[in-house]
């Protein structure tokens, strides 16, 4: 089985520039999640999606950040403009589904890592 | 309010020798607990979890991790640690009826030959 896809794997802009990201989760799971992970942090829910549809989006600073995934299967998050501390790793994980429960695990992908100079 | 805390940044060890990495909690109720691994370029992998029942709980490679509810702990072990076992590990909880994860700040583990 695939795990979760994204690109770039690296990527350095300078402040002010837009930026997007990509992500393909594993095929079947209907349940979407994006993390910003700081350099000596611990991962931070952006956004989750269910389908294509948004359930969850109170930590995505909406001023600057957006994310779509349009037919619930790909998505996007993009950075316009960017800013210095958004320096960090983009995780993205997919679960088979929403909602709690101990069956619902998380897979993740290896990430982006972002430099904003 | 919900937090983790792995107070460890930063643990050293030796190749063969024993590793034990903390993890504590402050949450309404027991949580889901969860121990991920982080290789250089990596996502994050699970290594075990905790839901209910055996309060030691068997991992892979070789990690095993026991809950302490008294003591709203969570720590992580492996009796024998292997130079591929440098990375940064993550200690995660979440509510049960709930999607979110909460991590902890992570301890990296450098294994010296």
């Known amino acids: 089985e695939a795990g979760v896809a994204q690109s770039p794997r690296y990527k350095i802009i300078e402040k002010r520039q837009s930026v997007a990201f990509w992500c393909n989760p594993i095929?079947?799971?209907?349940?979407l999640y994006w993390y910003q992970q700081i350099l000596g942090q611990g991962p931070k829910l952006l956004i989750q999606?269910?389908?294509?549809?948004?359930?969850?989006d109170s930590q995505l600073p909406k001023d600057r950040f957006s994310a779509e995934r349009l037919k619930g299967v790909d998505s996007t998050l993009k950075i316009q403009p960017a800013k210095l501390e958004d320096s960090a790793v983009y995780l993205c994980?997919?679960?088979?589904?929403?909602?709690?429960?101990?069956?619902?695990?998380?897979?993740f992908g290896p990430g982006t890592r972002l430099t904003v100079l | 309010a919900q937090s983790v805390t792995q107070p460890d940044i930063h643990i050293t060890v030796s190749e063969g020798a024993s590793l034990e990495l903390r993890c504590n909690y402050s949450?309404?109720?027991?949580?889901?607990l969860f121990w991920y691994v982080q290789s250089p370029g990596q996502g994050l992998q699970l290594l075990l979890k905790?839901?209910?029942?055996?309060?030691l709980v068997q991992g892979i490679k070789g990690f095993e991790a026991e809950f302490k509810r008294s003591q709203s702990s969570f720590n992580l072990r492996k009796p024998s640690v292997h130079w591929s076992d440098a990375a940064e590990y993550f200690c995660?909880?979440?509510?049960?009826?709930?999607?979110?994860?909460?991590f902890g700040a992570g301890t990296t583990v450098t294994v010296r030959a």
């Open positions: 994980a997919s679960s088979s589904r929403s909602g709690g429960g101990a069956d619902n695990e998380q897979f």
């Open positions: 095929s079947g799971h209907a349940t």
């Open positions: 999606f269910q389908n294509n549809g948004v359930v969850d």
């Open positions: 949450y309404g109720a027991t949580p889901y």
């Open positions: 905790y839901f209910s029942g055996d309060t």
């Open positions: 995660a909880v979440r509510h049960p009826n709930d999607y979110k994860l909460s």
